[in-house]
């Protein structure tokens, strides 16, 4: 953890570590559990979405990134 203070000192930007649920995010951890489970793209909610209901159920949400390469590389996600 001192490193990436230090890291963040010689680079002057503020460091914050995330919150969720009132609990510090361990990062680390999560970059863990994520590639564990197949990484990134296997593991959104978009690519999930994408994969159960079609690529018209992501339509004006705010993500930013591209629809996934390899759609059978998702979960099926129940639809409501």
């Known amino acids: ?3 990436l203070l ?3 000192k010689s680079l ?3 460091f914050v570590v995330p919150i969720m649920g009132g609990k510090a995010l361990d990062l680390h951890r999560l970059f863990v559990e994520v590639t564990a489970r197949g990484g990134l793209e296997k ?3 978009y690519n999930r979405l994408i ?3 079609g690529i018209d159920s992501v339509k ?3 993500d930013g990134t591209p629809p996934p390469s390899n759609l059978d590389a998702t ?6």
């Open 75 to 80: 979960q099926n996600v129940p639809r409501p």
């Open 1 to 3: 953890m001192d490193t």
């Open 43 to 45: 593991n959104s909610i």
């Open 60 to 62: 004006g949400l705010p």
């Open 12 to 14: 002057a930007t503020k």
């Open 6 to 8: 230090d890291l963040h």
């Open 51 to 53: 994969r159960s209901n």
